[in-house]
C-alpha cells in the first residue's frame, strides 16, 4: 500500500508539471519564439539525460538497445513523433492557445485505446466504443461550427497515441529510450541553431547568461516529470496512474482559460463539454477495471 501511494503522489506530480510548471516555464519564454524554443527542447533534454544515464550507471541498457536494428529503426520513428508532439504544443503556448492543446491530451488516451485496438487488437468494451465515438462526434461538431480541423489538438493526441504504440512495439527504459530519440533529433537541432547563430535570430548568446541557464533549462523541465510519472506508473500501475494523468489537461485548461484569458466560444465549449463526457465515461471504465 505504500508503494502505491508512492506511486500515486510521483504521478500526481509529474501531471502537475507537465499541466502547471511546464506551461508557465514554456509560455514566459514565448518571446524567444516556438522555433528557438523546440531546439532547445531537443538540445538540452540530450544533454539532461545522457548526465541522468552516466550518474544512474544506465549506459548498458544504453548499448543493448544498439545491437538491435528492430528498437533503433522504432525509435527512429518514434523520435519523430516525439518531436512533432514537442513542435505543435510549444507552438500552441506560445500563441495563445493552450486550451486547444488541452483538447489534445484529454482526447489522448482514448486515442491511445483506439490505436491500442488497431495495431494490437486490443478488446474494446462499450464504454470506450462511447468514448471513442464522442471524441469522434467531438471534432466533427468543431469541424461544422468552426470550418476548420482543431488541427493543434488533434496533432497532439495522435503524435503522443502513436509514439506509445512505438513504444508498445519494444521493451525499452523510458528514459534510455528517449536519449536515443533525442540522439537522432540532436544534430538537426543543433544546424537549425547554427542558423539561428548565422542570422542573428538567436536568444542563446553568452551575452546573456541568466538566458543562457533559463533556456537550458528545458531539458529537466522535459525530463523531470517523464521520470515522476513513469516511475508513479511502475509503482501504481497503469489504471490509477491514467486517471491521474487528466491533471495534466485539466490544468492547462484552466490555466488558459483563467490566468492566460485565452479566448473560449460557446461553441468551443460545448465540444468541450463532449469531451469531458467521453473522459468521465473512459475513467470510470479504467476504475471498474482497477
Known sequence: MKKFNQGILLSSLGSFWWGVIGVIYFRSLSFVGPFE???HRCLWTTVFLLITTFFLYKWRKFMQILKSSKKIFILFLSSFLIL???SVWI????????INASFGYFIMPIMSVFFGYV???ERLN???????TLVIFSIFYMLYEFRSIPWIGLTVAISWSLYNVCRKLIKVDTDIGLLL???????????????????????????????MFLLALAGPMTVIPL???????????????GMIFYITPTFQFLLGYFYYNESFSFEKFVSFVIIWIAVLIYLKNLYEKN
Open 119 to 121: 495495431f494490437f487488437r
Open 84 to 86: 512533432t508532439n514537442w
Open 181 to 211: 530519440e533525442s540522439v537522432f533529433i540532436f544534430p538537426f537541432a543543433l544546424i537549425a541553431l547554427i542558423y539561428l547563430f548565422t542570422l542573428e535570430m538567436n536568444y542563446f548568446s553568452t551575452n546573456d547568461i541568466s538566458m
Open 227 to 241: 521520470f515522476l510519472y513513469v516511475r508513479g506508473v511502475e509503482l501504481s500501475g497503469l489504471g490509477p496512474t
Open 37 to 39: 524554443l523546440v531546439i
Open 126 to 132: 462499450f464504454k470506450i466504443v462511447l468514448s471513442i
Open 91 to 98: 507552438y500552441a503556448v506560445s500563441t495563445n492557445q493552450i
